[in-house]
């Protein structure tokens, strides 16, 4: 009897230190709202890679999960637009980083609102969600300290007919 318990005991404690190892460099988060329409919908489920600042810095148009700043119980999921030492503007329904327009063919309406030129701080980031006029971003709130960043939006399995790696645009300054 004592080699089943043990077999048992073994099997429960490898299981628990696989799925504690998984929950350490993945994350599942389900997308609430339509501030990322067109590229992510409501109820849309994503897998996050919370590894990968671990080894690299986030770059523009990645599409972060991250804890709300004014509410850390909060996640949300946004793209980067501006990194630190950015000067980011929002003018005429347009987005412009040190003066160059930034080419978003992501975004399907312009926004309608004007966000005055800012110097996005060392180890923050400036965030948009691509549905610019639904959207609590970093037009209302302001930038985004790096250490409520989780992780960047890699996978998204549900709705099946979406199912894939997720795309991360990469918007360039001095576009079209």
Request: glycine share 8%; aromatic share 14%; no cysteine.
């Amino acid at each position: 009897m004592k080699p089943v318990i043990r077999d048992i005991l073994e099997t429960i404690l490898l299981t628990l230190i696989i799925y504690y190892g998984v929950q350490l460099g993945v994350q599942n988060f389900r997308v609430e709202g339509l501030s990322m329409v067109p590229t992510l919908h409501n109820n849309q489920y994503l897998i996050v890679n919370k590894l990968s600042y671990r080894f690299a810095e986030p770059q523009r148009g990645d599409i972060v999960v991250f804890r709300f700043p004014h509410d850390p119980r909060r996640d949300f999921i946004k793209r980067i637009i501006a990194l630190p030492g950015e000067a980011v503007e929002v003018r005429d329904g347009r987005v412009f980083i040190n003066e160059q327009l930034l080419d978003e063919p992501y975004v399907r309406a312009p926004p309608r609102y004007n966000y005055s030129r800012r110097v996005v701080p060392d180890g923050e980031y400036f965030v948009l969600g691509d549905n610019r006029n639904n959207s609590s971003d970093s037009h209302s709130w302001g930038s985004l300290p790096q250490e409520y960043v989780i992780g960047k939006a890699w996978f998204t399995y549900w709705p099946l007919n979406w199912f894939g790696p997720l795309s991360h645009y990469t918007p360039v300054a001095g576009g079209p």
